[in-house]
């Protein structure tokens, strides 16, 4: 049996002609899996140690292949490692080095074990590790929201439907929101985890293997806490990355939305809040800009992430039981969606803090635009009037208070009797915005000492 030689294919027995220079670059991954080189040379290690354990390779034969891998996980993170389209991905290339490094015994490393399994794994450690810095990243940032909730808790806004004002709230109530959303988010991302934390290796191609491995023993040493059941899923499984990004999506979608409301709030129509000069841009062409560039870009950015998890799903869609080299596709879509989700996380922790918000433009609007009608229709209910009736009663009163140019608290008692008789002095009072916002005292609704128990709440479960 021959030797395999850098350059040389692991599968040259079978074939007689070389490989075509477009082929081998047409199917190279390595300028995209290369990222995983730490995951798959840890993945080798426990695979080593598993071998000499269960008695496939000796003690001494696993030392000599773990203190290769550890040598090419310096050379690579020195750049001093040399990536070749020739040798396809990461795991040939490191396979191929630690032959140079080690000799022969280099060759035992790949025993009870495919590149099947092998990827299956790089890329579940990979996920792990980047769940887990997603959730750390948005826990950050639901600290930066609970921290603005607080400190501008009485700062009242129109609150919309339709995007026409309908009803006054807290700026602290809407900023709880976006806390919500981003908590259901970490908590798809780390429901999602559990089933990424299942260790793959050892299925081998499809059909597991002859040898007597002790799969468990390698999941202890990478810190899985479970081990796949069916060797054919292993190697032909993606779900969780679907199940990531569709995560990443949605948490995009929450991100869209929250950008979408600031650059409408930053425009000189709503004048509601400024970014900071620190996250705007200017133009090129008129001196009086200043662009919410960041919030655009996150709303842009959204779409490719969409992109990755429509790109996933296609790809496995009718993909045949098990691996399929299909499949190499899987990397760059999840690598950039992840990529993409992480710098908009980071970004918004950062800016959101720095953003001026004009207390008097919201609280002017909030002021206008008969907000208070529904509390007139509820006054009318708490003299005795039925529901249907009032709100009856307050439309007619918008209608004739739109015709005055009046707002509804701009009429006189006199105007306000012809609507009911019910009405009087005491009405002026309830349809302040103070008593608006103070009234909403129903279980998540806007009153202040709500707002703040949700905030002690939150600063409680984040530990603030
Ligand atoms: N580069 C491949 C991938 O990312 C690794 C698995 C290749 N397996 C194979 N049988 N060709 O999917």
Redesign the pocket.
Known sequence: MKDIKMSEKPWDGRFSEKTDKLAEAFTS?IQI?RRLYAYDIEGSIAHCKMLAKVGIITDGEASVLVQGLEQIKTEIEHGQFRFDDSL??I?MHIEDRLFQIVGTVARKLHTARS??DQ?ALDIRMYLRAETLNIIALLQQLRKVIVTLAKTNIDIVLPGYTHLQRAQPVLLSHHLMAYYEMFTRDSERFRDGLKRTDVMPLGSAALAGTTYPIDRHYTATLLNFPKISANSMDSVADRDFIIEFLASASLCMVHFSRLSEELILWSSAEFGFVEFSDAFSTGSSIMPQKKNPDVAELVRGKTGSVFGSLIALLTLMKSLPMT?N?D??ED?KPLFEAADTLKACIEIYAAMLPTMKINRDVMYRAAGSGFLNATDMADYLVTKGMPFREAHSCAGKAVAYALRQKKELHELSLEELKTFSPLISEDIFSFLTIEQMISRRKSFGGTAAENVMAAVKETERQLAI
Do not use: A, I
């Open positions: 991954s899996d396809e991905d795991h590149r099947n990827v691996y080299r499949m190499q990397k």
